[in-house]
T-cell receptor
Framework: DAKTTQPTSMDCAEGRAANLPCNHS???????VYWYRQIHSQGPQYIIH???NNETNEMASLIITEDRKSSTLILPHATLRDTAVYYC???????????????FGQGTRLTINP | DAGVTQSPTHLIKTRGQQVTLRCSPK?????VSWYQQALGQGPQFIFQ???????QRGNFPDRFSGHQFPNYSSELNVNALLLGDSALYLC?????????FGPGTRLTVL
């Protein structure tokens, strides 16, 4: 798995877009970018993932740079319930044999302020 | 459709005892992984089961063992508990390229 680097903490005002950066400069061609979040003492919640194209779902958007060395998770209209630890993970192609474990770092503690 | 379920929710044991944690995967998911999350840390991969066999293992001692049943549910067993085994134990089930986590079991070792 590629090593990922995230800021330790971030703040965002309620209603504004929250932009969470992740650096994965050593990522290789078959490594995806996954984002999970964990609200205090609950299991991690899957948000979104991508390989090289930008992705959007009902929760968030994922912007991956053309060189794939970094990405940004965007929560378009942050609410207080989005306060959580956000993890950026770059596992090897999950469709390949024996490559589905997720290696979590420390993540970014995002606080949404009223 | 129920998501990943785990039992029990909380558990208190003493040093040296043995514990069994249980996980039922999301419907249709055939692969189950277990993670340990110590306080203030990210989850750490313990092992993964597929077709009732351990397919991949993280850096955990043999005191940690598991099992997967024909219905894809799984158990995590920890023998000779240590104080350091106190943690949130998470189960995740996978289908294709998505993993979904259960709520976890909080184990406290006294």
């Amino acid at each position: 798995d590629a090593k990922t680097t995230q800021p330790t903490s971030m703040d965002c005002a309620e209603g504004r877009a929250a932009n969470l950066p992740c650096n994965h400069s050593t990522i290789s061609g078959n490594e995806y970018v996954y984002w999970y979040r964990q609200i205090h003492s609950q299991g991690p919640q899957y948000i979104i993932h991508g390989l090289k194209n930008n992705e959007t779902n009902e929760m968030a958007s994922l912007i991956i740079t053309e060189d794939r060395k970094s990405s940004t998770l965007i929560l378009p209209h942050a609410t207080l319930r989005d306060t959580a630890v956000y993890y950026c993970i770059a596992p090897v192609n999950p469709l390949s044999e024996g490559a589905q474990k997720l290696v979590f770092g420390q993540g970014t503690r995002l606080t949404i302020n009223p | 459709d129920a998501g990943v379920t785990q039992s029990p929710t909380h558990l208190i044991k003493t040093r040296g005892q043995q514990v069994t944690l249980r996980c039922s995967p999301k419907s249709g998911h055939d692969t189950v992984s277990w993670y340990q999350q110590a306080l203030g840390q990210g989850p750490q991969f313990i092992f993964q089961y597929y077709e009732e066999e351990e397919r991949q293992r993280g850096n955990f001692p043999d005191r940690f063992s598991g099992h997967q049943f024909p219905n894809y549910s799984s158990e995590l067993n920890v023998n000779a508990l240590l104080l350091g085994d106190s943690a949130l134990y998470l189960c995740a089930s996978r289908q294709y390229n998505e993993q979904f986590f259960g709520p976890g079991t909080r184990l406290t070792v006294l």
